[in-house]
């Protein structure tokens, strides 16, 4: 069966440090994989987009690699900060024409200061 | 623009009456889809449509669920009646167009407890 695994336990790094949240998979054959934010009592946030044939892809502080050989994503975030805690939520289209997107669990990443 | 509107934003009731949430989607975007959000299960998608057509409805849990469009600006999910195990947040979201490199865009969701 498909599964998308992201780290159920609660990260913490030192602010300024940097972040790295993790999220496989199994059984799909993406050709996108998304990162969205978020925020206790919202919605999740759409944050990056990379497509199969890109290894990286960076946004300000972000930065996002994507591995199809070894069916896994990394998502960094540099010099973060407190205002950075949040739970990242990985998603990818199961296929087959379906057009919704399938969630792993999310990382609750805290930043300390 | 103002973004996907959900209503209300918490809704407490007693098991066996109806709930109706309601989703206005971001005007222009084809695309709406109902998820269900657990500690246990996670987001979990239920119902999409396109263009007020519904699509996929294969992550509705039971007939106790419905879900209808009747114009691009607003849709419902129905649970009737609820049970105390539909206890959960539903986000609404919609996207401008189909395919796996379009981002979804969230409302604030509708936090349902059933009692």
């Known amino acids: 069966s498909q599964k998308i695994e992201q780290n159920s336990e609660a990260l913490n790094i030192q602010e300024g440090k940097t972040a790295t949240l993790t999220c496989n998979y199994t059984n799909y054959s993406p050709a996108y994989l998304q990162w969205y934010r978020q925020d206790p009592g919202r919605g999740p946030v759409f944050l990056l987009l990379?497509?199969?044939?890109?290894k990286e892809k960076r946004k300000e502080r972000l930065k996002v690699t994507f591995d199809t050989t070894l069916k896994q994503s990394l998502f960094h975030i540099t010099a973060s900060q407190p205002a950075d805690s949040a739970t990242y939520l990985c998603?990818?289209?199961?296929?087959?024409?379906?057009?919704?997107?399938?969630f792993g669990k999310g990382t609750h990443l805290i930043i300390q200061p | 623009d103002a973004g996907v509107i959900q209503s209300p934003r918490h809704e407490v009731t007693e098991m066996g009456q109806e709930v109706t949430l309601r989703c206005k989607p971001i005007s222009g975007h084809d695309y709406l889809f109902w998820y269900r959000q657990t500690m246990m299960r996670g987001l979990e998608l239920l119902i999409y449509f396109n263009n007020n057509v519904p699509i996929d409805d294969s992550g509705m849990p039971e007939d106790r669920f419905s879900a209808k469009m009747p114009n691009a600006s607003f849709s419902t999910l129905k649970i009737q009646p609820s049970e105390p195990r539909d206890s959960a947040v539903y986000f609404c979201?919609?996207?401008?167009?189909?395919?796996?490199?379009?981002?979804?865009?969230f409302g604030n969701g509708t936090r349902l407890t059933v009692t």
């Open positions: 998603a990818l289209h199961s296929g087959g024409g379906a057009d919704g997107l399938t």
């Open positions: 979201a919609s996207s401008p167009r189909r395919g796996q490199n379009s981002p979804l865009h």
């Open positions: 990379i497509r199969e044939n890109e």
